[in-house]
Structure formats: C-alpha cells, structure tokens
C-alpha cells in the first residue's frame, strides 16, 4: 500500500473510530459541531464534506444555516458568508436548491427591536450568564487564573459596541427557535475552542453546564472540535473547562 494511503486510513481511522465512534455524543451533535468548527476556521472543502455528512444523517438545510448563525456570532460575518456559500453550493449539488435560485430554504424572519431585547434577556436567564447556576443569587463565575475576566469597554462606543453584539448574539440567534440551547451551547464551545478564545471559552463551558450538559459531553465536544481544530487547541481547551470544574466543585472525565 502506498505511504499516501496508509498515511489516509490512519487519519480516518482516528476520525471515525477514535473520534466519531465515541459513545459519549450522537453522531448528529458530531455532525453539528464539526460543521461550525470548519466553518469558523473557514475550510471550505472540509466543510463541504461536514454538510453533506450532516445532510446524510437527515439534518436539515434550514438546521444546517441556523449552525451557520450561530457561527456567526462568534467566528464573524465573513465565516458565515464564506460558509452560506458553500452550503448552498452543495444543497444545488443534492437538488435541494435549483441551480442559480440562492436560499429558498425556509428561514426565521429577524426579529424586531422589542423581540430581541426580550428573547436576550430569557436566554441569558435560562443560562445563567456567567453565574455558578441559574438562580439569580447564584455567585459570579471567577476570571481564569492570569486574566481580567469578559468586561465591556468603559468608553461610550465599548458599551454601544457590547449592548449590539449582546442583543444580535443572545436574542436574534440564540434566540432563535431552530435549534435547541443545548446544541447551540455545544456549538459555541467549539467555535471558541478552535479560535482559542478562552475566556469566552470559559463562559460558556459554565453556561453549559447551566443548561445540564454533563463535564463528560463537555469533554466529548472538545474533543469533537479537536478532531478538526488540532490537538494542541483541545488541550488548551481542556485546561479552561477544569477551570470551570474546579469552581464549581465538580469532577469530570480526562
């Protein structure tokens, strides 16, 4: 056998065996969160395969663009342009789409003002935003040894900047009815993961857990990521949830 080939099977060998084969996530939240990772680090023929593999396991194309939202809160518009154009490449390939006639897919109309304050502000509830659980006496999260902690600019612009950010990320897209809050907080871990945002990373391994997701499916979604994002990424990912783990005083898997 050829070097290139045995150098091949390995590679998906560790994929689907090591990886995907893992008993600790479906194969559909696999799917969700490989497609927002090789979207955010915008490869595109990486994620031309991870739709069509998602499209096989029946995901949607209207669940498919609402990962892509997602994705664009976090890894930025661009990601989500870059990848809107590459699912659509592959739903006209499917026949999902006719050739020339863009999305027709059926989508969430955007919310109003009004709408979107309301759903940030039940979405943040439900998450317990940067809280130690969901009631609202619950102890603030601690910053990751060596760092400030997530704070708004104190300048006029800062605040304008995060109340914008805040009101597009937690109403319009987390708000949103597509997906469940447990799948968009698997989603959001990864994308941050692959960037190395670690505070924010931080956050949302805790808000996480605030939804039910167990310290075992965090790892396991880590390790999703990693698959596509690298090892040295997932390790680094690891030290922030057992941060997480550590405040909250509970163990999880290695």
Do not use: C
């Amino acid at each position: 056998m050829p070097i290139e080939s045995e150098v091949y099977a390995a590679v998906k060998q560790y994929e689907y065996g090591e990886i995907w084969g893992r008993p600790g996530l479906d194969l559909p939240t696999r799917s969700f969160i490989s497609i927002a990772v090789v979207a955010a680090m915008g490869h595109e023929d990486e994620l031309y395969r991870q739709i069509n593999s998602g499209l096989n396991l029946g995901i949607t194309p209207e669940a498919i663009h609402e990962v892509l939202l997602q994705v664009s809160v976090y890894g930025g518009i661009s990601a989500w342009a870059q990848a809107v154009a590459v699912a659509d490449e592959l739903f006209v390939v499917r026949g999902i789409l006719p050739a020339g006639d863009g999305v027709t897919v059926e989508l969430e109309a955007p919310m109003n003002h009004e709408d979107r304050k309301a759903a940030a502000e039940r979405v943040m509830a439900v998450l317990g935003a940067g809280r130690l659980g969901t009631d609202a006496e619950a102890p603030m999260l601690g910053p990751l040894p060596g760092s400030a902690g997530i704070r708004s600019d104190d300048l006029p612009l800062g605040q304008e900047i995060a109340w914008i950010n805040g009101h597009y990320g937690y109403g319009e897209v987390w708000g949103r009815p597509g997906l469940e809050l447990r799948t968009k907080s698997f989603l959001t871990m990864a994308i941050l993961q692959v960037m190395h945002e670690n505070d924010q990373l931080q956050f949302h391994v805790n808000n996480a857990l605030n939804l039910g997701i167990t310290p075992e499916e965090v790892h396991e979604a880590l390790a999703q990521a990693g698959a596509y994002g690298g090892g040295s990424g997932w390790s680094n990912a690891v030290g922030v949830a057992r941060d997480v783990f550590r405040q909250r005083g509970v163990g999880a898997a290695s």
